[in-house]
């Protein structure tokens, strides 16, 4: 599966963005999918993930409450609403799936997008 992430930008503390993430292929609907993200200097930190049937979702402690993960199966993509952004929030976001469970680390997902940066400014 290729995967195809937009939706990044610059904004203000407290604006939100919304992240999409574009699979092909006909078995997206097979794929748990995940959101991460890396700082400069920092490793790639898990965000949020969710179930195939977008029925199940776990999120980093830091953004439960301000992001959002939810999937459209029938346009095989998946996206991440950000909301309340923060300038700790500013990285590279990335988004990626895998065929097993639920899982937050990033060595368990086997295809990955290019990434797209979300800066926020205090």
């Known amino acids: 599966v290729q995967l195809q992430a937009s939706g990044g930008g610059s904004v203000q503390a407290g604006d939100s963005l919304r992240l999409s993430c574009a699979a092909s292929?006909?078995?997206?609907?097979?794929?748990?999918m995940g959101w991460f993200r890396q700082a400069p200097g920092k490793e790639r930190e898990f965000v949020g993930v969710?179930?195939?049937?977008?029925?199940?979702?776990s999120y980093l402690d830091s953004v439960k409450g301000r992001f959002l993960i939810s999937r459209d199966n029938a346009k095989n993509t998946v996206y991440l609403q950000m909301n309340n952004l923060k300038p700790e929030d500013t990285a590279v976001y990335y988004c990626?799936?895998?065929?097993?469970?639920?899982?937050?680390?990033?060595?368990?997902?086997?295809?990955w997008g290019q990434g797209t940066q979300v800066t926020v400014s205090s």
């Open positions: 292929g006909r078995t997206f609907t097979t794929y748990v």
């Open positions: 990626a799936s895998t065929s097993g469970v639920l899982n937050r680390d990033p060595g368990k997902y086997d295809y």
């Open positions: 969710i179930s195939t049937t977008g029925l199940l979702t």
